[in-house]
């Protein structure tokens, strides 16, 4: 007994290792060796000792959690020089299935013969297994595991009555694997290289679409940097949008006024209207002197917050004026409260 504490100490200290094994799709071969004793609900609980028990078993996992098991074992009684065997199947659960330790409950059923009771007459023999598994490496896993046996209403000599027999073993296995997928051959996925955009000129102007502000000039036609005639004014999108009322601007939307801030940097002749714009809702009034603070709001943002030349800004509000979308709509008010820059020089 000494010794099986010993692998237990062994097993539990060495599961601090952090590590995952898949056992998925894999068959296992190995035996067990410890050490058995009669327990309640038997004469024979009355005159044996325990004495060793070993066996051999194969195992397939079906997943990470799940396995069956074909065991044969032998459980030695001294006293009474008596054996029993036991073939039995037995289905298992790893608790902790991708873990390198992991807690094991099974429970089965199976064949037991008594070497002096009526040898060649076989009994039903139910078991149940509680215990403990370490995957040593990718191939070895070593065991504790407690079975309880069964023994279904054993027969013994006429002057001996018939009663359900009960085992406990403890035992300690080594089960060697193999099969399954060969993770060490299988190839590491490659990812998919994408595949390089190609920065076009589609109008034929003499301006990378990515940089042109007016992507349809007519062919022939002469433009300024940014792909625009020069008596053509570009507009450089901006997406920023106003609750109903508001002129506030919310931080989500730095990014987008950053991107006017480069632009201007990229062509620092230019100089740059920012519209205001709402809905339909309210007075025109309200809507005018609304759309006036909305775009001089986004001015001052642009000017103390990201560093844009005053100078060639101007700000101006055209209230429900210009709407881009139908205002009888919750969608269509939404987009028409905005602020867009026009290119003007």
């Known amino acids: ?32 060796f410890g050490y058995n004793t009669p327990i309640f609900g038997n004469i024979i609980n009355e005159m044996a000792d325990g004495d060793i028990s070993w066996g051999v078993h194969g195992r397939y996992h079906f997943n990470q959690q ?33 873990s390198r330790f992991t807690p094991i409950l099974g429970a089965g059923a199976g064949i037991i013969e008594i070497s002096r009771y009526n040898p060649g007459t076989p009994k039903l023999g139910l078991k149940a297994r509680a215990g403990a598994e370490y995957a040593i490496n990718e191939c070895f896993s070593l065991g504790l595991n407690v079975d309880y046996q069964h023994v279904n209403k054993m027969l013994f000599a006429a002057n001996l009555p018939t009663r359900n027999a ?28 994408a595949a390089a955009k190609v920065d076009r000129d589609t109008d034929g102007d003499g301006v990378l679409d990515s940089k042109d502000k007016c992507p349809s000039t007519p062919k022939g036609t002469t433009v300024n940097a940014y792909g625009c005639a020069v008596e053509e004014k570009a507009t450089v999108n901006i997406d920023v949008k106003f609750d109903s009322g508001k002129s506030t601007i919310s931080s989500e939307f730095n990014d987008d006024l950053s991107h006017l801030v480069q632009f201007m940097k990229e062509h620092p002749k230019t100089k740059i209207e920012i519209q205001g714009h709402t809905d339909s809702s309210g007075s025109k009034t309200l809507n005018k002197n609304l759309s006036i603070a909305r775009a001089s709001s986004v001015k001052d943002y642009l000017v103390k917050r990201l560093g844009a030349d005053a100078s060639r800004l101007t700000s101006n509000g055209y209230g429900d004026e210009m709407p881009v979308a139908e205002n009888n709509t919750a969608e269509g008010r939404q987009q028409n409260r905005r602020v867009v820059a026009v290119i003007t020089e």
């Open 166 to 193: 009960h085992l406990l073993s403890a035992r300690v296995g080594l089960t060697y694997y193999f099969g399954g997928a060969d993770k060490k051959s299988e190839a590491a996925p490659v990812a998919p290289v």
């Open 66 to 98: 799940d396995g069956i098991e074909l065991g044969h074992s032998r459980y030695e009684l001294s006293d009474i020089n008596n054996l029993v065997k036991s073939t039995d199947v037995l289905y298992f659960r790893r608790l902790n299935a991708t």
């Open 1 to 32: 007994m000494k010794f099986l504490f010993a692998v237990t100490a062994l097993v539990i200290g060495q599961s601090a290792m952090a590590q995952t094994f898949d056992y998925s799709k894999r068959w296992g071969l190995g035996g067990s």
